[in-house]
């Protein structure tokens, strides 16, 4: 069997080893593999607890690991970047649709949102969301673009098979 981005990100919950080091050596080799650089923030606490479906401790202990390694270093009410302290913040800023289509794809990856499923309509997810429908609508196309989800005519937006995420590929995020 190939050893994926995906295969790396799957937890195993019957290792001898902790869920929180597992965690960390998944944004290790994000950082390894040049996904996340640095001055790069790494995803949030409620991203992690999402994408691998962990408590706020366990996301808060990997990165208290890799704080501890010196491979990042948190700013209060910023989050946590890349590198050590002092090291310049990536200019890089994702645009709203970015953020959105992020946020279903760790939705997606935690299986709030299964392949083969339909993901909220545009309604529902400009309430969700707090941004206007163009904004959803380039989310969507983002996502469909990467690869993430399929749309329908008059049908509805749909999660592809595991199988053809392109984390599958090599890539964590779209946007990367």
Same mark, same amino acid.
């Given at each position: 069997?190939?050893?994926?981005?995906?295969?790396?990100?799957?937890?195993?919950?019957?290792?001898? *080893?902790?869920?929180?080091?597992? =965690? %960390?050596?998944?944004?290790?080799?994000? !950082?390894?593999?040049? &996904?996340?650089?640095? @001055?790069?923030?790494?995803?949030?606490?409620?991203?992690?607890?999402?994408?691998?479906?962990?408590?706020?401790?366990?996301?808060?202990?990997?990165?208290?690991?890799?704080?501890?390694?010196?491979?990042?270093?948190?700013?209060?009410?910023?989050?946590?970047?890349?590198?050590?302290?002092?090291?310049?913040?990536?200019?890089?800023?994702?645009?709203?649709?970015? *953020?959105?289509?992020?946020?279903? =794809? %760790?939705?997606?990856?935690?299986?709030? !949102?299964?392949?083969? &499923?339909?993901?909220? @309509?545009?309604?529902?997810?400009?309430?969700?969301?707090?941004?206007?429908?163009?904004?959803?609508?380039?989310?969507?196309?983002?996502?469909?673009?990467?690869?993430?989800?399929?749309?329908?005519?008059?049908?509805?937006?749909?999660?592809?098979?595991?199988?053809?995420?392109?984390?599958?590929?090599?890539?964590?995020?779209?946007?990367?």
């Amino acid at each position: 069997m190939d050893v994926s981005a995906y295969d790396r990100s799957v937890l195993d919950r019957e290792s001898p *080893r902790s869920l929180f080091e597992q =965690v %960390a050596d998944v944004i290790r080799d994000q !950082i390894v593999r040049g &996904e996340l650089r640095a @001055g790069d923030l790494v995803p949030s606490e409620a991203t992690l607890q999402r994408t691998h479906r962990i408590s706020r401790t366990t996301a808060r202990r990997a990165i208290g690991v890799l704080r501890s390694q010196g491979l990042v270093h948190t700013i209060t009410a910023e989050g946590t970047y890349v590198g050590p302290p002092g090291t310049p913040r990536s200019s890089r800023r994702l645009f709203k649709y970015q *953020r959105v289509a992020a946020d279903i =794809v %760790a939705r997606i990856m935690g299986g709030e !949102i299964p392949p083969r &499923e339909a993901i909220p @309509g545009e309604n529902s997810l400009m309430r969700q969301y707090g941004v206007a429908r163009e904004t959803v609508r380039h989310a969507l196309a983002y996502l469909r673009e990467s690869g993430w989800v399929v749309t329908v005519a008059y049908g509805g937006t749909y999660v592809v098979d595991r199988e053809e995420w392109p984390i599958n590929k090599g890539s964590y995020f779209p946007f990367r």
